[in-house]
């Protein structure tokens, strides 16, 4: 079984940063496309960014692109999500989840394993 965990969720002011880890575990990490999902206040999840094993491919929402960078350390089992110029509207709790194979997608439902999720609060 794969086990996910975030952390560096937190409150940050306006035009702040925070850095969000997901730490892997149960499986060879570095053959699966990783991604980060988000779902804000009475909203659906959301797509935020993927990465491909080799972390030679990243896909962002629109809505993060060119404020979002996400990275990986294959060596440590760890997925990074840097996210710098928050947005109140970045507002949400995010998710870390682990895809089936090397394909990178937008697609929730093409990643079966996922973790508890961390809330990253901006506040204006």
């Known amino acids: 079984q794969v086990q996910l965990v975030e952390s560096g969720g937190g409150l940050v002011q306006a035009g702040g940063s925070l850095r969000l880890s997901c730490a892997a575990s149960?499986?060879?990490?570095?053959?699966?496309?990783m991604g980060w999902f988000r779902r804000a206040p009475g909203k659906d999840r959301e797509f935020v960014g993927t990465?491909?094993?080799?972390?030679?491919?990243?896909y962002y929402a629109d809505s993060v692109k060119g404020r979002f960078t996400i990275s990986r350390d294959n060596a440590k089992n760890t997925v990074y999500l840097q996210m710098n110029s928050l947005k109140p509207e970045d507002t949400a709790v995010y998710y870390c989840?682990?895809?089936?194979?090397?394909?990178?997608?937008?697609?929730?439902?093409?990643?079966?394993?996922w973790g508890q999720g961390t809330q990253v609060t901006v506040s204006s």
């Open positions: 990465i491909s094993w080799a972390a030679g491919i990243t």
């Open positions: 989840a682990a895809g089936s194979n090397a394909v990178v997608t937008r697609k929730e439902h093409e990643y079966p394993y």
């Open positions: 149960g499986r060879t990490f570095n053959r699966y496309a």
